[in-house]
């Protein structure tokens, strides 16, 4: 990585840090498959795994900002890219189980299912607002569209979070528990971010009041 | 890439009923072997419709892997939150348009039965599939033994609503307790268990102790498990999963590859413990035996 040489040691550590816990499970996982660990439906249970490492990690790099601005602990910063790369990347291990695994590559029913079942389609599309925001991800391309619409290109991440929300909701069959939690984390977090927008505009307003007043 | 299976399992290896209701006379291990009609007049096994690729689900993952909701949402909460169901005594609760409404002790009520072991395919709503071998009697046999008035039309089932034993119950997750019925002719069909054991063993906890419903055509939450009341009634009962959702869960709940749940298709199958799915079949497989049962009715409509 180019950058790492214009970045603190500090922060290369904890991005480190961050790259191993996102990946832990894939050991864990293969040795769960080898052992027997994962229950008389395997499948079922790889599956249920990686869509939940995905929403969750999804869900961490929304409240790295948030957090940021609470703590005012800069570092954080770091581990957001890699939250979100990770995330799009377990939601990919997620597609592939079920394409792959689940039905086999029987990709008549898989197109069947993107279809009828809305469940799959919403799925689907999370997945798909998630690429180009992970294809983007890199500084160079942050220059190449600029800070500005960068950061409005990757306003889509709450869009596709609660895409894949709604998608966990409407594949449970009975228990919503955790989808309602998962909602309300990321209301929270939305909600925060809303706040804090609308507190900048009123600031700058102000201070634009300001100078014409002095003017 | 496009992997297919052989469509259905050809009719000729399926038993017919002349033979499975005289099962007794011969040994049913699986496949053709068990039509060729051995005299084994000890034998109760009867391999009811299996075809040769049906091979029995190993007994770990019969017994880990449930949906028992009164112990728990997830497939292995009920084996380690079962254990505290205490099931002797255990008493069944008979009314309704029945002769003589009674609390029977099980054991009474289940008395002189022939206790008989059946292998039969188990199809879930969730498109999972196992082969278990089933110990038990004839439904019929004790509703012979209750005797219910000529207007009984129907049969209800009730499990234990104890949440101090079933910490499943202290959640809302369905409405306690757990409803399920039958219509009087397929209560009285002959594939119809009240089963006690499976795998020739006391039946676990984890899979509806100390008796269940089987009823191998339909999908697994109608087999009712733990049962504490049966009662006949005129008119259709209301059972659990088709109040909860009505429109993913009907009364009938035959196993039909033809009617999609709204939210995945039932035309394939995962069979425990196999890594491709498998094509469900109409029935579950038992067309030959149950299809009669629902002549002229439209099973779009009666899910």
Redesign the interface.
Known sequence: MTASRSTPTGRRIVRGLVWLAVLSPVPWLVWLFVSGGL???P??SLQHRTGHYAIRLLAASLAITPLRTLTGWGWLVVSRRTLGLAAFGWAIVHLCVYVG?????????FL??VV????ITIGMLAIALLAPLAVTSTKGWVKRLGGARWNKLHRLVYVAMLAAITHYL??V???ITLPIVYFIAVGLLLGFRLFMYRRRRVEKAVKDRGTIAAS | MLIRRPSDIPSSEITPESQYVNRRAFLGTAGALALAGLAAPSALSAAVGLSQDDKVTPEEDATSYNNFYEFGLGKDDPKRNAGSLVTSPWTVNVDGLVKAPKRWDLNALLAGLAVEDRVYRHRCVEAWSMVIPWRGVRLRDVIARLEPTAGAKYVEFTTLLDPRQMPGQRSNSLDWPYKEGLRMDEAMHPLTLLATGMYGKTLPNQNGAPVRLVVPWKYGFKGIKSIVSIKFSATQPSTSWSDANRSEYGFFANVNPTVDHPRWTQAKERRIGEFLRRNTLLFNGYQNEVASLYAGMDLRKFY
């Open positions: 229950g008389a439906n499948i079922e695994l689940d039905l086999f590559f029987d990709f008549e029913l069947e299912d009828k079942r809305r469940y409407w594949a069959k009975l228990d």
